[in-house]
């Protein structure tokens, strides 16, 4: 498969002719590059099953085309309502060291419509989002709103639906000079008109990788983590080797270590650290390499796992018992890797440890795998026996480097809804209301319109809680009463119901009504965009 990707790369570079985007690098593209193609899920899909089975039985493409603009992160459908700008629109903010600032902006209709939005929210009334969608079908946080509340559901299809739709609504917005492959373009996360943005591509990518699309995945998340790769607003940093792994692209993971680590300190990361000896070891198992290749990726990968080892003890027997290995006696019972070594873990070290685990566990199940390991924890038990300092050298960078997690590690947890990374956030954040729309905002938010206050009845209570009320308005924890006034007495399955079937309603009256309009004139929209 990656042999077509070469050929398919020769054939675009030497033709001359190119699909709208930067020009051919003629040197090493950036580690932060998109390719356009890599973006679209058909692509991978028709690498495994090959491009009948993808297609199936779609229909020939329509000549008249009901949307004006091509897009690359997402292709629109007949069952979206027509489509009309909604007043979303990007500038340019300013251009330096050969960076681009952009900000989405809103119109003062989209303004009210968040405002509206906002309103909903609190009024614990779910279908006044749908009401909202109806008259602004295209307005951002409802769409995120309700696909959320569509996949706590386990309606996968509409969420995913919905997702895209958000991702068009902004797409269309682009200004001229933004591109998405460059890795030269900036939005500012601490403005919340680019914020969602940021989080409709982070489940856009989930979604991509439930769905058994990994590569894909990987370039959404490269694209996330270009749009400000030194602040990280979602900590992409925490994901992108495991989707690198996942889509058994070593060489970029290996890649983005070698030029990353000097500046970045890769490797103090638990997921970095683990994963990339991982990756050289899986590339020393090819066959297709030279054999002097195979023993150098081996030699580097032994000597950076015991370096993950000696600096991350804490980590080897939850990923043994993750992984349903009972391991010797003599690793078990020793000082260095026993129960001690995750107790005395910091409390943010321990949550990077879970939030690891919890999701690439299962990359290590291997029986090579295990026995290379097996062989590499030998070895830095005999180090720890015989006394080198670089044991006790990594026991006080531990100390002092996982005193607290920053925030946007917390904002990553929360996404990534894996329970036992969420089981291990600090107290001062699980009691915190956190908004499924705005997950955990910069405490440096910077305001371009003045928005309404966010009041709501509980301000107390669990995380957990509090995200569902951001998603199911009407959502009440059991022993709370529903105030006065306000329709929140209905218990938590009727409300999930009730607001699905009004998704459903929505849905299928905008089909309904597609069908039906007639066509409007639209000098955008002529033409075909292939």
Sequence with gaps: MEDIDRILERIEDGSGLSRPGPPPLSSRKHVLYVEHRHLNPDTELKRYFGARAVLGEQRPRQRQRVYPKCTWLTTPKSTWPRYSKPGLSMRLLESKKGLSFFAFEHSEEYQQAQHKFLVAVESMEPNNIVVLLQTSPYHVDSLLQLSDACRFQEDQEMARDLIERALYSMECAFHPLFSLTSGTCRLDYRRPENRSFYLALYKQMSFLEKRGCPRTALEFCKLILSLEPDEDPLCMLLLVDHLALRARNYEYLIRLFQEWEAHRNLSQLPN????????????????DLPQHELSSAREKASLLIQQALTMFPGVLMPLLEYCSVRPDASVSNHRFFGPDAEISQPPALTQLVSLYLGRSHFLWKEPATMSWLEENVREVLQAVDAGDPAVEACENRRKMLYQRAPRNIHRHVILSEIREAVAALPPDVTTQSVMGFDPLPPLDTIYSYVRPERLSPVSHGNTVALFFRSLLPNYTVEGERPEEGVPGGLNHNQGLN??????????ANFHFNDLEAPREDNPEGEGDWD
Aim: glycine share 0%; net charge positive.
């Design 272 to 287: 970095f650290a683990f994963s990339v000896p991982l990756a050289y070891f899986l590339l020393s198992q090819q066959t």
């Design 498 to 507: 009730r607001l699905m079937l009004a998704v459903r309603d929505m849905m």
